[in-house]
C-alpha cells in the first residue's frame, strides 16, 4: 500500500496528531492479549446452542433426555422455561408492530429463521456440549417460508409475527422541499424501476464470546465478553431477566472486532446468564463462524423502487424520489432505527434541494439484521452515487465534472441539508482532484482505450461518501416520538495514583480502533507527560464511572465524544493539581504550568513540585493543606462530554441528526474479463477528510480496514438465500471474505477540513466501507458503458457477465 502527502495540518501540540506507534500492539502481537475465550476461569461451564434447521416451522416437542444421558451434560433451556423465566426485549417500535415478540429462545412456539437457537444445553466441556445438544430432538411443522420482501409485503403471505397481524414492521414518509415542482420543471428526469443493495456483513477476527458468572451471595450477574455498546446491552438484559441493572456488570477485555455487530451482543447473552444462575456456576458461549454468518447480524437489503432523478440541462442535480422496501429478517434487533438513520447523510456529498422518500420495514424468515458499518447510510449514499453515475452517463456529462458541478463547495460550510442536517466541513473536490492523482485519471483513460477489442474491458469509478459521527440519539423519536432519547454524552475518567501516576478510563469500548494510544496522547498534552506516562484501562467496565448511558463505540464518535470526556476529566484533574502546588508554592493556579512531570511556577525554574510530591501531599499528608484546598481535591477527575445537539422536529422530521461529517472519496480502475465476468481491480486510491488527525497512522489504518470491508462487499461477500429460506454461505467456504491476496495496492492521500464543533477540530471515520461500493459499482458500469444498467451493489462475475448482454438497460430511462 502506499500513500501521498497530507494537506496543512492545524494542532501545534506535541503528541496530538503525531504517528505514535500504538500502545497495545505490542501485547496483542505477542499473543498476551485477553479475549473472551481467554479468560480462565474455575468449574466454567461451556453452552452450546441447539438450532432449527428450518426457516419458518411451529415446533411440535422437544426431547431433551438423550442429552441428559451424554457424559459431562450439566443442564437445558427450552423455550418454554425462557417464556417463564422472561420478559421480552425491548423494542423501539411503535404498535402494531410493538407486539413482536422476542426472546433468547424461540418463543410463540414458532422458529422464523433457519439457526434460530431453540434449546441451550450446557456440559462440562465445548465438546460434551456440542454432543448434548446434538442428542436433543426438536419435532417441527414446517410452514411456507418468506424470503424476500416482496413476498413479505404479498396481500396472502404467512405471517410471521401472528401477534402483528402482517409482515411490515414500519412505514415511514419523507419529504424535504417540494419534489414535485422538481420533477414539473427539470428539464431531464433519470428514472429507474429498481435497485438493489445486497445483504452482507461484518466478519470479525473473533466471533462473539459471552462468560457469565452469576454470584448468588450478592445476586449479581458478572458478564465478561466484547460488548459495543455495554450500557444498552444492561438494560435490554434487566428487562428481559427481570432482575435489577445495577446487578448486572459488563465487562469486555481486549476485543477482536466488532464493526457494529456486537451491539446484539443481549439476545445469546441472556441465555447464558439463565444458564449461569440455573447451574449456580460460571458459563461460557463460544459462537462458530456459522453461528455468527446465521444471526450474528445481517446488514440492511435494500430494495428501491421507482426512483426518479430531476437534472438541470447543465447537470445540475435538483430532486430525488424513491420508494424502498428494507428486509431486515426475523426479528427487530435495533431496527426500525435504520429507517431514520439513513436522513443523517439525506444529501449524500450533494446540494439536493429536494427529497422524497417512502420507506417500509418488513420482516421476513432470514437472520436479523444488525447495525453493520455504514448502518443504512450506505445504502442510502450507494443509490444516490449510482443515480449520479446513471445521470452523467445518460445525459452525456462526464462523472467527474458532473460531481464536481453537484458537490457540496467548500465555502457553503457549514451546510444545512434538505432535512436540518448540518454538514459540519469538508472540501470534496479536493479530496476527488487528489484521488484522480492518484490513480493517474488520464493514464486510465488511455488504458481504457488500448483495450478495446482484446476481450478485456476497463472501467474507471468513483465512490463518494460520508461517515457521519456522534449520533443525535434524538432522531429515534421520528419513528417513535414516546423514546426517551435525546442527544449524546460519554464519559471519561483520569485520575492521579498515591505515586503521581496518571490513569485514564475511557466511556468507549476499545475493539481495534487504538483508542489506548490515543487517550494516552491527549492526556499527556493536557498533563505535560509522554503517552507512555498514562495508563489507560483496556476494554470496558460498566461498574467504573467513566460511562454513561449512551458509551461505547459506534457511530464513528470516539474521536469526538471519548476524547472530549477525557479532555474534560483531564482538566479537572490539571486544575487541582495547579491549586495543590499552587497552595504549596505560594502562586496562584493560573501561575502553574504542568510540563515533564511537574508543577511549575511560570517564568521561576527554582519554585516546582514533581507530580509524585503532588500526590504525596493530596493523599498521605492533607493535614498540610489549608481545609479548604484538602476538602476540595481528589485528584480525581470524572467528566462527560456532551453533543450540543436539540431535539428534532418530530412533525417535520427534521433537525441536526448527528455532529460530524468526515469524507471519503474512492477511485478505482478495474478490469472486466468479457468471458468469463471476473473482475480485477488494477488501480485504487482512499482520500479521507476526518477534520484533524489525532494519530495519522490509526487513520490511516482505518481508512485502509473499510477499504478491505468495502471491497470485499462489492466483488464477494453475499448473503444469499434459498426459496426454502437455507442460508447459501454459512461458512467461509462459501462467504468469501477478502483477504490480503484479494486486495490491490491501496494509494492513501488526505485532506484536513477541522470541525468547528468538536473539541479537536477531529470527526469520527472508519465507516468508509460504502465508498468502494459506489467505487466499483461505478467502475463496472464505466466499463460496459449503456449496453447494461449496473443496478445491484455485489459485482457478482454472474451479474457482470449478465449486464455485458444488456441485463437492465431496459429498466434505466431519460424523460
Not at 445438544?133 to 405471517?159: F, G, I, K, N, R
Not at 453537484?406 to 466541513?425: A, E, F, L, M, R
Not at 484538602?630 to 422530521?653: I, M, Q, S, W
Amino acid at each position: 500500500m502506499t500513500t501521498s502527502t497530507t494537506t496543512a495540518a492545524t494542532t501545534t501540540a506535541t503528541w496530538s496528531g503525531q504517528s505514535v506507534n500504538r500502545t497495545e500492539d505490542d501485547r496483542l502481537l505477542r499473543a498476551q492479549g485477553e479475549f473472551g475465550d481467554d479468560t480462565p476461569i474455575s468449574r466454567l461451564a461451556h453452552l452450546f446452542f441447539v438450532r432449527s434447521p428450518y426457516a419458518h416451522a411451529r415446533i411440535v416437542s422437544i426431547d431433551v433426555s438423550g442429552a441428559e444421558t451424554v457424559d459431562g451434560f450439566l443442564g437445558a433451556l427450552t423455550p418454554d422455561e425462557v417464556d417463564e423465566l422472561t420478559d421480552k426485549f425491548g423494542e423501539l417500535q411503535v404498535a402494531p408492530a410493538d407486539a413482536e415478540v422476542d426472546r433468547c429462545l424461540a418463543s410463540g412456539g414458532k422458529v422464523r429463521f433457519v439457526g434460530e437457537p431453540v434449546v441451550a444445553v450446557a456440559a462440562v466441556s465445548r465438546e460434551a456440549a456440542r454432543d448434548a445438544a446434538a442428542a436433543v430432538v426438536v419435532e417441527y411443522d414446517e410452514l411456507v417460508p418468506l424470503t424476500s420482501a416482496d413476498q413479505a409485503v404479498a396481500a396472502d403471505a404467512p405471517v410471521i409475527h401472528e401477534g402483528i397481524g402482517h409482515n411490515v414492521l414500519h412505514h415511514g414518509a419523507w419529504d424535504f422541499g417540494d419534489v414535485d415542482f422538481a420533477f414539473q420543471h427539470a428539464q431531464n428526469l433519470i428514472e429507474v424501476d429498481e435497485l438493489v443493495c445486497h445483504r452482507f456483513s461484518a466478519t470479525p477476527l473473533e466471533c462473539s464470546v459471552v462468560t457469565v458468572d452469576y454470584d448468588a451471595g450478592t445476586d449479581v450477574f458478572d458478564i465478561i465478553g466484547g460488548c459495543a455498546m455495554p450500557q444498552f446491552t444492561m438494560l435490554m438484559m434487566a428487562g428481559a431477566l427481570r432482575h435489577p441493572s445495577s446487578r448486572i456488570r459488563i465487562q469486555s477485555r481486549d476485543f477482536g472486532g466488532s464493526f457494529g455487530v456486537k451491539i446484539g451482543m443481549y439476545v445469546p447473552a441472556t441465555a447464558v446468564a439463565l444458564m449461569a444462575r440455573k447451574l449456580r456456576r460460571a458459563v461460557r458461549w463460544t459462537e462458530t463462524r456459522s453461528e455468527h454468518h446465521q444471526m450474528g447480524g445481517h446488514s440492511n437489503e435494500r430494495t428501491f423502487r421507482n426512483v426518479r432523478l430531476a437534472v438541470e440541462d447543465d447537470g445540475t442535480v435538483l430532486g430525488l424520489s424513491y420508494e424502498c422496501l428494507d428486509d431486515i429478517g426475523a426479528y427487530s434487533r435495533y431496527e426500525p432505527l435504520g429507517s431514520v438513520i439513513w436522513a443523517q447523510v439525506a444529501n449524500a456529498c450533494y446540494q439536493l434541494k429536494h427529497l422524497r422518500v417512502d420507506f417500509t420495514s418488513v420482516y421476513t424468515n432470514k437472520g436479523p439484521t444488525h447495525p453493520v458499518r455504514g448502518y443504512s447510510r450506505l445504502q442510502h449514499m450507494w443509490l444516490v452515487e449510482r443515480m449520479m453515475d446513471l445521470a452523467a452517463h445518460h445525459l452525456g456529462f462526464d462523472p467527474v465534472t458532473f460531481r464536481l458541478h453537484n458537490y457540496i463547495q467548500p465555502d457553503q460550510y457549514p451546510y444545512t441539508t434538505v432535512n436540518g442536517c448540518v454538514y459540519d466541513s469538508g472540501d470534496l473536490p479536493a479530496s476527488l482532484r487528489q484521488a484522480l492523482e492518484l490513480i493517474d485519471y488520464d493514464d486510465a483513460r488511455r488504458l481504457q482505450a488500448a483495450a478495446v477489442g482484446t476481450g478485456k474491458r476497463i472501467g474507471i469509478g468513483i465512490g463518494s461518501t460520508l461517515d457521519s459521527g456522534t449520533n443525535n440519539f434524538g432522531q429515534a423519536r421520528l419513528m417513535n416520538p414516546y423514546l426517551p432519547f435525546g442527544g449524546n454524552t460519554e464519559g471519561g475518567l483520569v485520575r492521579m495514583g498515591v505515586d503521581g501516576t496518571v490513569f485514564a478510563t475511557t466511556g468507549g469500548v476499545a475493539f481495534g480502533q487504538g483508542h489506548e494510544t490515543t487517550t494516552a496522547q491527549v492526556v499527556a498534552d493536557a498533563l505535560g507527560l509522554r503517552p507512555e506516562d498514562i495508563h489507560v484501562h483496556r476494554g470496558g467496565d460498566s461498574a467504573l464511572s467513566a460511562q454513561t448511558g449512551f458509551s461505547g463505540s459506534y457511530a464513528s464518535q470516539f474521536a469526538v465524544t471519548g476524547i472530549g470526556a477525557i479532555l474534560n476529566a483531564t482538566a479537572k484533574l490539571s486544575a487541582e493539581i495547579r491549586l495543590v502546588a499552587g497552595t504549596v508554592l505560594g502562586a496562584s493556579p493560573d501561575e502553574i504550568v504542568l510540563e515533564g512531570g511537574f508543577a511549575k511556577v511560570d517564568g521561576d525554574p527554582e519554585r516546582m513540585l514533581p507530580f509524585g510530591d503532588v500526590a504525596g501531599i493530596v493523599h498521605f499528608a492533607p493535614g498540610s493543606l489549608p481545609a479548604e484546598v484538602a476538602d476540595e481535591v481528589g485528584l480525581v477527575g470524572r467528566a462527560v462530554y456532551r453533543a450540543p445537539f436539540e431535539l428534532p422536529d418530530v412533525e417535520h422530521k427534521t433537525g441536526n441528526l448527528t455532529l460530524t461529517y468526515a469524507t471519503q472519496i474512492h477511485a478505482c480502475v478495474l478490469e472486466i474479463d468479457e468471458e468469463t465476468g471476473l473482475v480485477e481491480v488494477l488501480r485504487y486510491a482512499a482520500v479521507d477528510d476526518c477534520g484533524v488527525p489525532i494519530n495519522p497512522m490509526i487513520v490511516q489504518g482505518q481508512v485502509f480496514g473499510a477499504t478491505a470491508h468495502g471491497l470485499s462487499a462489492a466483488l464477494f461477500e453475499h448473503f444469499g438465500y434459498n426459496a426454502d429460506g437455507q442460508l447459501l454461505a454459512a461458512n467461509f467456504y462459501d462467504y468469501h471474505a477478502a483477504t490480503a491476496l484479494d486486495m490491490p495496492t491501496i494509494a492513501y492521500g488526505n485532506v484536513v477540513s477541522p470541525s468547528p464543533f468538536t473539541p479537536t477540530g477531529a470527526k469520527g471515520m472508519g465507516e468508509g466501507g460504502g465508498a468502494p461500493l459506489h467505487a466499483v459499482s461505478a467502475a463496472v458500469q464505466d466499463a460496459i458503458g449503456r449496453t447494461g444498467a449496473i443496478l445491484n451493489s455485489h459485482a457478482s462475475p454472474e451479474a457482470v457477465l449478465d449486464a455485458l448482454a444488456g441485463a437492465g438497460a431496459d429498466k434505466v430511462r431519460v424523460l
